[in-house]
């Protein structure tokens, strides 16, 4: 037999607002209304009516009035609903008072964001990250739930021991969070650690971003064959998978899937995941991967520009791939410098994003043979430290093939087969 409070817990109402006083990011459209409704799906639920409003400004009170609420608690009895959501952010207040009108859950499009990456958070970083943004989302409705205690902060049998439990439980939360962020602080530094190795051995890093479900996992397993799963549904990556790719015989990159971005995205989440997401800010190219098939791809390929900006990477080169090319209804595929049309599926125009790469990472490596004297066999040690070593031979001289930068090849000097002078060579 179901369970049925589990059953009518999942079956949710959704609700948006259109108001003329509310941003573009605060109000809710058709097409925000479908993405709830998707990420709704996601978390395991299932949309059992939808209701929206437009007027000049929200109800302070209950966000959309007191008519309507009455209107959204008489579908949630007849659809036997356990769970109502809003497109839009509500205050602690809000949230509070609808649950208390409605009867049931209410949630915003944050808290349910939220649940979905509590799900999909697989590694211990992803996990800390979840926990920390789920905590910051609590503690301000943690203290409107105890909005009328404080008026008793200060009076008599108040203080000391008698502290309010207002007072005790956002202090545990508040240690919490301090907690956390200490712990994803060890993230970043460990994080800082292997960036500064990868630029000294000069291994470029190119991150996949893009709007969720865009395909970018998919992309990462058809140019590198991660294996990483890759279903059709809203934030199915988070935590992030690098993996080493060769573009040609003189260029290697590691490339990085990074989680997918979506409109409202809460803003404690991206402070949250800041320690995977600044891996933007150190990247040596982005992959902005967009979905060709979607009829909303510019304005979901807008969200990830803005977020693009916020993380600090506006400056990075960027390639803009448009996927799942299979599925374009237009005349003409997205094309021009920077840009090109693939489908990660079947791998079509792979080929022309990988030479997209390569042009825009060309750092003029090129494969050398040297010689070096047994005297100076120690800088075989830097060789495999800032060079692609492909073989040594050991006869006469050291003879070794390797992919070297125009660098290395100025500091080697006549060591290397057919160099013509123009710097000194390393000393010992």
């Known amino acids: 037999m179901p369970d049925i409070e589990k059953t009518q817990f999942n079956r949710a109402v959704l609700v948006g607002l259109n108001a003329f006083s509310l941003g573009r990011e605060e109000n809710a459209d058709e097409e925000s209304m479908e993405e709830l409704a998707a990420l709704l799906e996601t978390a395991g639920g299932e949309t059992v009516g939808v209701v929206t409003q437009s007027k000049d ?17 008489e579908l949630v009895e007849a659809a036997d609903a356990g769970l109502v959501i809003f497109d839009n952010p509500l205050s602690p207040s809000q949230q509070r008072n609808l649950a208390e009108a409605l009867k049931v859950g209410v949630l ?38 105890w909005k009328h205690l404080e008026r008793q902060e200060g009076a008599i049998g108040t203080r000391g021991p008698g502290e309010t439990q207002l007072e005790s439980d956002r202090r545990v939360l508040r240690r919490k969070i301090s907690k956390l962020e200490g712990e994803l602080k060890d993230v970043r530094r460990v994080r800082a650690t292997q960036r500064e190795r990868r630029i000294k051995n000069e291994v470029p890093v190119v991150a996949i971003v893009g709007y969720t479900n865009a395909g970018k996992s998919t992309l990462l397993n058809q140019l590198t064959g991660a294996e990483i799963p890759a279903n059709n549904r809203l934030f199915d990556t988070l935590d992030t998978t690098t993996r080493t790719l060769e573009i040609s015989d003189t260029c290697t990159v590691l490339l990085s899937d990074t989680v997918g971005f979506i409109r409202k995205l809460p803003h404690h989440l991206v402070e949250a995941f800041k320690a995977t997401l600044e891996e933007l800010e150190y990247a040596d190219l982005l992959l902005h991967v967009i979905d060709s098939s979607s009829p909303q791809w510019r304005e979901q390929a807008e969200v990830v520009d803005q977020l693009i900006h916020e993380l600090g990477a506006d400056q990075t080169p960027r390639i803009e791939v448009f996927n799942k090319c299979d599925l374009w209804t237009g005349d003409i595929r997205p094309h021009g410098e920077d840009r090109v049309s693939i489908s990660a599926k079947t791998g079509e125009g792979i080929p022309d994003l990988l030479s997209a790469i390569g042009r825009v990472l060309d750092n003029g490596a090129r494969r050398v043979k040297i ?27 050291i003879d070794v093939v390797a992919t070297c930068t125009p660098k290395v090849i100025g500091q080697l000097g006549a060591l290397v087969e057919g160099w013509r002078p123009h710097r000194e060579p390393w000393e010992e």
């Open 108 to 145: 915003d499009r944050s808290a349910l964001i939220l649940d979905i990456f509590a799900q999909r958070a697989r590694t211990k970083e992803g996990r800390l990250q979840v926990e920390l943004a789920q905590y910051k989302y609590l503690l301000p409705r943690l203290l409107g739930m």
């Open 371 to 397: 010689h070096l004297p047994y005297d100076r066999g120690g800088l075989l040690d830097k060789l495999y430290l800032e060079a692609k070593v492909e073989s040594v031979d050991y006869g006469e001289t």
């Open 57 to 73: 400004s929200p109800d302070p009170r209950t966000f959309i009035g007191e008519g309507k609420v009455a209107e959204v608690r």
